[in-house]
């Protein structure tokens, strides 16, 4: 009997329910072939730490015994506690592995071997998929920073005079990323608001949500060499969501004239799988109309040169079960392909594990707002002690299919 099922079943039907083999899913499950999302998870059988697996359905494959058992030519990437090792190896090496993964779990001959090797999602615990190298976060919505640019600066112009001109971002603090369902514990700062005498010092009154998709860089860049739109896909190497809290009392005070820092730098919450980018292809679409013309290094106006790279991925918000909104992907301004130009156009370089977020993604309609500062006209209320905020996300795969993205969720401590 497989070491992970439950007692008193049959080996015949196990590991799946109602004698279902978990190689076969659901019709339209959003977690299928086509999909194949990286996470590292343990279980009871091997708690000490985490290995690589891959979501199908409502079960994680263990990679590196699946590597071992079929003799991969791979199996030294594959048995770390990170994906580092197989995010460093770059593109052709990414493809080889999810070759190799679609084999194993869609190749018939193959199931005697492969179905003792999933084990139920529910019983598994997932960690930070990665170790996290740098963090920036952009500001890519024009919806967005319209949106904040009335509520922190009522009197002048909504958006600031370069936003058309580069995609605008700051550094964040790669060291408390968390994996979705961590707590996220209320930070305490100074605050003040403009008609108060002297700042005070307290926990954040004004604990704000940003729902954002992030990407996962692979293959490091060398410094002092800029990283083109059109190699974009050589370097990354999936997609997350994210939400980055923030704590919009003490951001007001602190965010001039360099940005936001501890506002935002005491918690990100990360999904625990990673989305190929190979697994998006059927979601990719042109980003909306530019405005402005744009330097050359940022041009993405023709599609014979740049691929088109806006992505069609539809995010929902819920606060308690609740759904508040469902913000749009599709309407982002700056695509990641730009994010990661202007990143490094300067010679900055790539680190594997370097993790850039879009900016809160918000579309042009009420319901599609990814912050509470938005969606309540910066007025509150904000999250309380308690709430729990889960994002989840699909987009469209082949053949109608659809890609379901890892949610993030968290609960806010006192
Ligand atoms: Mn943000």
């Known amino acids: ?29 959003p977690f299928g072939p086509g999909n194949l999302p990286y996470g590292i998870f343990s279980t009871v059988d091997f708690p000490d730490h985490g290995r690589i697996g891959v979501r199908y359905g409502e079960y994680v494959l263990d990679v590196p015994t699946a590597a071992r058992t079929f003799d991969s030519v791979y199996q030294d990437l594959l048995g770390g506690d ?57 500001y890519a919505s024009e919806h967005h920073a319209t949106n904040v640019g009335k509520i922190f600066r009522p009197d002048g112009d909504a958006l600031t005079p370069n936003w058309k001109h580069l995609p605008i971002g700051y550094h964040g603090r790669a060291g408390t990323v968390v994996v979705s369902g961590t707590p996220v514990v209320r930070p305490s700062g ?20 940003e729902a954002e998709v992030a990407f996962v860089v692979g293959a490091p860049s060398v410094q002092g060499r800029a990283v ?54 059927a979601a990719r679409i042109s980003p909306p109309p530019r405005d402005h013309a744009l330097l050359p290094y940022l041009d993405d106006s023709d599609p014979e040169v740049i691929e088109p790279a806006g992505l069609d991925i539809r995010i929902s918000v819920s606060v308690n079960g609740e759904t508040i909104a469902e913000p749009p992907f599709s309407a982002m301004y700056w695509t990641a392909a730009q994010q990661l130009a202007h ?72």
């Not at 403009?194 to 704000?208: H, M």
């Not at 999936?238 to 007001?252: E, H, I, P, Y």
């Open 228 to 281: 083109p739109q059109r190699d974009f896909r050589e370097h990354v190497f999936g997609v997350c969501l994210l939400n980055d809290w923030s704590a919009r009392d003490l951001q007001a005070w602190e965010y001039v004239p360099l940005g936001p820092f501890l506002g935002k730098s005491f918690a990100t919450s990360l999904s625990a799988w990673v989305t190929p980018l190979d697994a998006l292809d």
């Open 343 to 414: 990143m490094t156009v300067n010679g900055a370089s790539l680190r594997t594990g370097d993790l850039f977020a879009s900016g809160t993604v918000s579309g042009p309609e009420p319901d599609q707002l990814g912050s509470l500062l938005e969606i309540t006209g910066g007025k509150g209320p904000y999250l309380q002690d308690g709430d729990e905020v889960v994002l989840t996300a699909w987009a469209p795969g082949p053949d109608g299919s659809r890609i379901g993205m890892g949610e993030v969720a968290g609960r806010v401590t006192a």
């Open 1 to 29: 009997m497989p070491e992970h099922t439950p007692q008193g079943q049959s080996p015949q039907s196990a590991p799946g329910s109602n004698g279902r083999s978990p190689l076969d899913l659901p019709e339209g499950d």
């Open 190 to 209: 100074q605050r003040k608001a403009p008609a108060d005498p002297a700042p005070v010092f307290g926990p954040s009154q004004r604990l704000d949500i």
């Open 82 to 138: 990170t994906l580092n090792a197989l995010m460093s190896a770059g593109r052709p090496v990414w493809q080889g592995v999810r070759a190799e993964l679609t084999g194993w779990l869609t190749d018939p001959a193959h199931r005697a071997a492969v179905e003792p090797l999933l084990h139920p999602l529910a019983e598994a615990t997932l960690h930070l998929p990665f170790e996290v190298a740098d963090y920036v976060d952009f």
